[in-house]
């Protein structure tokens, strides 16, 4: 079982819907949980980081993380062309290593 | 700009020969990582400095792979013989390391090309 587990979509959703992305992990020691954006050909951009349950909002991005059934997701409100790229969860184990999903690709239509 | 920095953007070498890498971290950053991410996976761990020691190394990297960080500033990253399987984009991010948080700034990566 892999560590971090997210569905690599493709994920295709027209302009203005909210877009729910979502991973699953393993490790209940696990504490904090970050969601990456990268873009084609360039290195991941750090979104969002959370520690421990509950919700994190930033603009139209909200994170949020059920440590009960391991679960951490990702909403987008009012999503934008400009939101297509591929998101990746992303784990910090507490030390120096970080583990991520394989991505989810999201298109976004105008 | 004052993120993380690597350089080339692009290296196609061909099977064999030696190639390296550089990163130039967050100038204030302690900790620096390098990720090997190949097409629709997620970023991979390959190794980790605080200043300049090296403190963990992945099985990823094989006896070939060889990275430094001379003065706890740049890194470089060498892959000695390079096979076709090491193509792939190396990333390189830092942090600061504050307490348990350590958010991650990565680089635009290095894609190598093995022919």
């Known amino acids: 079982q892999k560590e971090v587990e997210q569905d690599p979509g493709p994920l295709s959703v027209p302009e203005g819907a909210i877009v729910s992305l979502n991973c699953t992990y393993s490790n209940s020691a696990f504490q904090y949980f970050m969601w990456y954006r990268q873009y084609s050909r360039k290195g991941p951009e750090l979104l969002m980081y959370?520690?421990?349950?509950g919700n994190k909002e930033d603009g139209r991005f909200t994170a949020q993380v059920d440590k009960s059934s391991k679960y951490i997701s990702l909403f987008i409100r009012d999503s934008q062309p400009s939101d297509s790229a591929t998101y990746l969860c992303a784990i910090d184990t507490g030390g120096f290593k970080t583990i991520f999903g394989a991505g989810t690709r999201l298109f976004v239509k105008a | 700009d004052t993120g993380v920095s690597q350089d080339p953007r692009h290296k196609i070498t061909k099977r064999g020969q030696n190639v390296t890498f550089r990163c130039d971290p967050i100038s204030e950053h302690n900790r620096l990582y390098w990720y090997r991410q190949t097409l629709g996976q997620g970023p991979e761990f390959l190794t980790y400095?605080?200043?300049?020691?090296?403190?963990?190394k992945s099985r990823l990297l094989s006896d070939r792979f060889s990275a430094e960080r001379p003065k706890g500033s740049f890194s470089t990253l060498e892959i000695q013989r390079t096979e076709q399987g090491d193509s792939a984009m190396y990333l390189c991010a830092s942090s600061l390391s504050v307490g348990s948080n350590t958010e991650a700034f990565f680089g635009q990566g290095t894609r190598l090309t093995v022919v």
């Open positions: 959370t520690y421990s349950s």
């Open positions: 400095f605080q200043n300049e020691a090296q403190l963990e």
